[in-house]
């Protein structure tokens, strides 16, 4: 168990830099997702971490040591591949048994700790079978033991789902979370999958284009995006995007977006352009022309327990989600009226949350 | 789309073209060299002349001492020269793969022997082990070291062949090696390193048991081309001094056309083939028992 810093961390390949100053203070026993897109660093950072890759400046310290120049072994570090990256020539057992024979523990307590992991992660019943022989699931659960028997510092995982089925990687998404609490190892969970970032993590970092776009608890990034990115990044369907104005209302604040006046009661934003953003599931539909979006509806998907319509509001097409059955159909006029206790403002120049 | 039934005659029938090759090309030389054999073969008033001797030609082996001396000799060859040739095609291979797109120009040069004609190995390498004027005997001349006589020492005159061989045909094992090495799954060395595993570890335990099938099949591979070397000890000592470099495929050579014994010769080329199609046999057999329980 430690903490783990990361100071102003830079990566280039040859003239293009892929991260540009990363930083990041993960306390001890703290699991933390770094999310983003593909290509935007994520997995690069977390191969700076592991010792697998060099950054081209800046200090990595876990347990307040830095350890920026230290070869991986140096680290005390364990990792969890996306390809689970296990030993193909080695039974499970041997692959748990394997970092334990390399830092030179005793017989007897290599074979204590294989035999607690394997029977932690239900691995009796295939502890003698090669990886080629074990399901998806399986190799996971090996791969997690394999990191898990040397009671590392720090854990990290790079898209450790990613190749297992929908209904898997929910439970493996659970088996993962318990046990990192249960251990309280420090750890670091790279993924895309803002599901995955949004129920294991304690904190995420969200990173777009080698930058850390907002560093925060699940809730917070849902609740109070940094800037438009997070906003539109967070959530599935996407937040919805409107750009218009702020005035001085007769006597509060008001919204304006052609002749739609939102009235925002006492939130105190500078008047002149802005983007408003609200959530799909923060709409509610009218059938009258006024007090909202005017819209058509352009496609409509039901999920049983959801309701999921695209509706174009001035060529744009905006997401509104229903727990209730709406009586509605394609083509059909609506009006969008956003919750206005529940609205977000962002710069339209720096992005930035007003 | 409905799908037609074939009788077996087109199924047949489009192998044949396969058969007559294989046939033409593979299985009728070697039985004619099984007939010639049985026979004692010469040529009276410029006609062929074939009696059947049975086995006499096989029982006649077993006492040849220019034979005795090949075999000796080919298996020497062949187990040094492709020990050697396999460590050193490894050990470049991992090198070059260590070093990435900047190894480009080692690749290149490492695999320069192989593309080399034989006819022009044997002479450049009999002036380099020339006793006057060789290189290496002019190097050793400035380390104050007398000259040796390295084709003409029966003590030296096998090695020197062997070295050549190693020269000529570690590219040979480089090239498969490095496609194996190259083929090694990135992430489960990087697995290795983040255990804690130093370069030898990772080396000793997790790529050489993942390379080992490649290593095996080179072995293989280059084991049954040494077997039938020639060129070389041809062009360099022509088996001597004495029966020093006799191998095998220069004693068939001699007795098949030098002595101008066809069934003599084709008794051994027999046995040679069967022997190493046998070696190869029990060698894969053992491999693939390997892979079994893998």
Redesign the interface.
Known sequence: MATLELKNIRKSFGDVEVLHGIDASIQDSEFVAILGESGCGKSTLLRIIAGLETSSSGQILIDRKEVSNRTPRERDIAMVFQSYALYPHMTVTENIRFPLELANWSKDDINEATDKAIAMLNLGPVAARKPKELSGGQRQRVAMGRALVRQPKVFLFDEPLSNLDAKLRVQMRAEIRDLQRQLGTTSVYVTHDQIEAMTMADRVIVMNNGKVEQFGAPLDLYDKPANRFVAGFIGSPPMNFVEGEIIAGETVREFAYQDVRLKLGAAQLPPGPVTMGFRPEHVTLKSAATGGLRGTIMSEENTGDRTFLVVKVDGNPMGVTSSVRLDVGVGDDVTLVPDLSRLHFFDPVSEMRL | MTSVQLGWMPKYGSLFPAIVFFLALAALPVANLLFLSFMEISWEGGVVQREFVGLENYAALADDPLLKAGISNTLILVVVATSCQVALGLALALACSSLGNSSRLYRTLFILPILIPGIIIGAIWRLMYNFQFGIINQGLDLLGIPAIDWLGSPHLALASVIVVDIWHWTPFSFLLLLAAVEGL?K??S?????????AW?EFR??SL??LWPAIVTTFIFRAVIAFKVFDEVFLLTSGGPGTATEVISFTIYQRFFLQDNPGYGSAISVAVIFSVALVIAIALQMQNRREAT?
């Open positions: 799954p992430d489960v990087e697995a290795a390193k983040v255990d804690g595993a130093t570890q335990r997790v048991p993942l893998r």
